[in-house]
């Protein structure tokens, strides 16, 4: 018997930590633009636009870190 054994589906805890990153740069990305649009309210149209496109593409590399442990499964 090993002292350290690994049973169970490794991509459960591959996605938990893959989950973590996107997680951030969505709360960065809405952070931002809540700064950007308190010091200057004009600009609230555009940047709402830059910020949906990052919240877009952060969640894109969470969603490729769900499907990649089962591709490589």
Not at 11 to 29: D, F, K
């Amino acid at each position: 018997m090993d002292l350290a054994e690994l049973t169970g589906n490794v991509g459960t805890l591959g996605y938990g930590l893959s989950a973590i990153g996107p997680g951030i740069g969505v709360g960065i990305v809405w952070a931002a633009y809540i700064s950007s649009t308190a010091r200057q309210p004009e600009s609230a149209g555009l940047t709402r636009t830059y910020a949906f496109l990052g919240f877009a593409v952060s969640e894109a590399l969470a969603l490729l870190g769900f499907v990649v442990p089962f591709i490589l499964t």
